[in-house]
Structures are given as structure tokens and as C-alpha cells.
């Protein structure tokens, strides 16, 4: 079983459309982070957020965490193909903090 | 400023056989992590440490031994090798200051099939 689930999977869209993704979960995080993951490398850190309701945008990247701090969502407003990349939520909880990452989405932005 | 470095990036492990992954970073960072990574399940904790002489298990120990000798330094073992433990495996570091203020630097992957 997975913490953090992650939708939709897969998502492949024109330049230009706009898409959001989501991180939900049942349990309470203290912060929760969005990485970009291209192939054959490690995933990069894109966000960190961690007050409830909190949103941060990142040029054409909006960020928002849920008011109960259990889940989050990515926006992405006229994707580019340079957007193209598997991203991955991550959610801080335990005793030591430690982050727990979603499913991932693979996100494709076609020319 | 090498960041996080693996070695090696690719491997193939026949069943039984045994291996050390190797992890090493230049930032100083008290905060070490093992991931794995199965298509479509994202990343799972293997193991993390908080510093020098300390580990703990995170969601799937089962199979892999860690040690911290320095802060440099933080090898996965995989001791009796499964098919079940064919995955990329990703090391993580990070200097955490407070709670809620922690970025994780990936190094570039282990890719392991065990056949």
C-alpha cells in the first residue's frame, strides 16, 4: 500500500493545454514537497509547502496544499514540452520526519 | 561540489549473490536516505540515518543492511540477492533545519536486476 496515492498515472497532453495533478492521502503531513524526475536521474526538488491551505506558484506552476495538510495538487498552466517528466509528491510524517513519496505521475507535452 | 554520488549505475546480481551499494556525499549533510523505485509505485524508504553510528529502518528493511561510519558515507547491503529486489535504488541526502525546512538531494541511481 502506497501513502500518498498520486492521479492521474499517466497524462499526456498538446503544448499549451493546462493539466493539474493530485496527491492525496488519508494521513496528516507535516510538509509535503513536489520533485520532477527526468529519466536516468534522481528526482529534483520543484516545492516545498507547509501551511494548510498554503499555495505557491513557481511561473506557470501553482502549488497548493490542502487545508488539512492530507493532500495537494500541481497546476500547470500552458505546458511546454520542457515540462515533460515524471512528477512526484512527498509527504513529511513519523517520528524522524521522514518523507514518503506518491505513486508519481509520468507527464508527456506533445510539440 | 560532486553532490550525491552511486556507483555503480548499472548491475546484474544472480539470485543468492550479495552486493554493497555505494553512496557518498561532499555537502556535509547529517541526513542520508536509501529509496527504491518500482515502475508506477513511486519511491519507497529503505533505510535513512540521522547521522554518524546512527540507522533505522524505514517502509521496506526486509533484505538490505545499512551502516553510517561517517557522515560521508552510506552503503545499502543487499546480502542473499531476490528477484524481488530487481529496482533503481536511489541515495538521498539532506541538512535539515527544523521540522519543516529539509530539500533532498538525489544522486543519479543504482539500476539492479537480479536474475
Known amino acids: 500500500t502506497q501513502l500518498l496515492e498520486q492521479s492521474p498515472q499517466f497524462l499526456s497532453i498538446q503544448e499549451g493545454e493546462n493539466l493539474t495533478v493530485y496527491c492525496n492521502s488519508s494521513?496528516?503531513?507535516?510538509?509535503l514537497q513536489w520533485y520532477r524526475q527526468e529519466p536516468g536521474e534522481g528526482p529534483v526538488l520543484l516545492v516545498t509547502?507547509?501551511?494548510?491551505?498554503e499555495v505557491k506558484k513557481l511561473k506557470r506552476l501553482t502549488f497548493q496544499f490542502g487545508d488539512a495538510r492530507k493532500d495537494s495538487s500541481l497546476h500547470i498552466t500552458a505546458a511546454q514540452p520542457g515540462d515533460t517528466g515524471l512528477y512526484l509528491c512527498?509527504?513529511?510524517?513519523?517520528?524522524?520526519?521522514?518523507?514518503?513519496f506518491g505513486t508519481g505521475t509520468s507527464l508527456t507535452v506533445i510539440p | 561540489n560532486a553532490g550525491v554520488t552511486q556507483t555503480p549505475k548499472f548491475r546484474i546480481l544472480k539470485i543468492g549473490q550479495s552486493m554493497t551499494l555505494q553512496c557518498a556525499q561532499d555537502?556535509?549533510?547529517?541526513?542520508m536516505y536509501w529509496y527504491r523505485q518500482d515502475p508506477g509505485m513511486g519511491l519507497k524508504l529503505i533505510y535513512y540515518?540521522?547521522?554518524?553510528?546512527?540507522?533505522d529502518k524505514g517502509e521496506v528493511p526486509n533484505g538490505y543492511n545499512v551502516s553510517r561510519s561517517t557522515t560521508e558515507d552510506f552503503p545499502l547491503r543487499l546480502e542473499l540477492a531476490a528477484p524481488s529486489q530487481t529496482s533503481v535504488y536511489f541515495c538521498?541526502?539532506?541538512?535539515?533545519?527544523?521540522?519543516?525546512?529539509?530539500?533532498?538531494?538525489f544522486g543519479s541511481g543504482t539500476q539492479l536486476s537480479v536474475l
Open positions: 538521498a541526502s539532506s541538512y535539515r533545519q527544523g521540522a519543516t525546512n529539509e530539500k533532498l538531494f
Open positions: 494521513s496528516v503531513f507535516s510538509s
Open positions: 509547502v507547509v501551511t494548510g491551505g
Open positions: 512527498a509527504g513529511a510524517r513519523g517520528a524522524g520526519n521522514q518523507f514518503y
Open positions: 555537502m556535509n549533510h547529517n541526513y
Open positions: 540515518s540521522v547521522g554518524a553510528g546512527i540507522t
